[in-house]
Structures are given as C-alpha cells and as structure tokens.
C-alpha cells in the first residue's frame, strides 16, 4: 500500500524558515512521479504551491516565488520544501501531492500544518 505523509510543520514567527518533508513508503517507482505541495487555508480553497517534475523542473505560485525552494531526493523517496520569510498569510495546512503522468495515480498526504504568527 502506497502512502505518503508530510512531516515538519509547526509555529513560526514571521520571518522565519521551515522545512517541510514528505516520505512516500509501499510499492512505489518514486523517481516517475510528478510531485507537489499545496495548501489550504481555513475558509480557503486549496491552493497549489509548488511543483517537481521527475526531470526536476520546477514551478511556484507567484506568492512564494523567491521565499520557498521545493527540491526532491529520489534516493529517499522524500520531497521538500524549504520556506523561509514566512508570512502569517503562509499560514494553512500543506499537502503533498504525487501524481503519475498520464495515468490515474494520484495520491495525498493527511497534511501538515503551518502556523506562522508572532
């Protein structure tokens, strides 16, 4: 069974960094997958973040472009994603996405969440 969780949320205060992790475990060719965090907000819609293709090309939402850095280790089945100036409307719940191309495969991490306030 394939799974994937997000790890490294928490309180911050502006300004601050964190560095978010999401480990894929189970029967997965990890490095074929296209991967991403997004986020949602209380009273929001989900958002997409961040994205890696399994090249590595990356793209960013226009509101963290230059803040986070989204990075992938395919040795450890394990993405990234290193924010830093954070804002207190970074604040919401991640998820990491991973998405198969081309095909149906499509799976969610239960999500991390991050506070950032003084």
């Known amino acids: 069974q394939v799974q994937f969780v997000e790890s490294g949320g928490g309180l911050v205060q502006p300004g601050g960094s964190l560095r978010l992790s999401c480990a894929a475990s189970?029967?997965?060719?990890?490095?074929?997958?296209?991967m991403s965090w997004y986020r949602q907000a209380p009273g929001k819609q989900r958002e997409l973040v961040a994205s890696i293709t399994s090249g590595g090309r990356t793209n960013y939402a226009d509101s963290v472009k230059g803040r986070f850095t989204i990075s992938r280790d395919n040795a450890k089945n394990t993405m990234y994603l290193q924010m830093s100036s954070l804002k207190p409307e970074d604040t919401a719940v991640y998820y990491c996405?991973?998405?198969?191309?081309?095909?149906?495969?499509?799976?969610w991490g239960p999500g991390t969440q991050v506070t950032v306030s003084s």
């Open positions: 996405n991973a998405h198969r191309p081309f095909t149906t495969y499509d799976f």
């Open positions: 189970g029967s997965i060719i990890f490095n074929i997958y296209s």
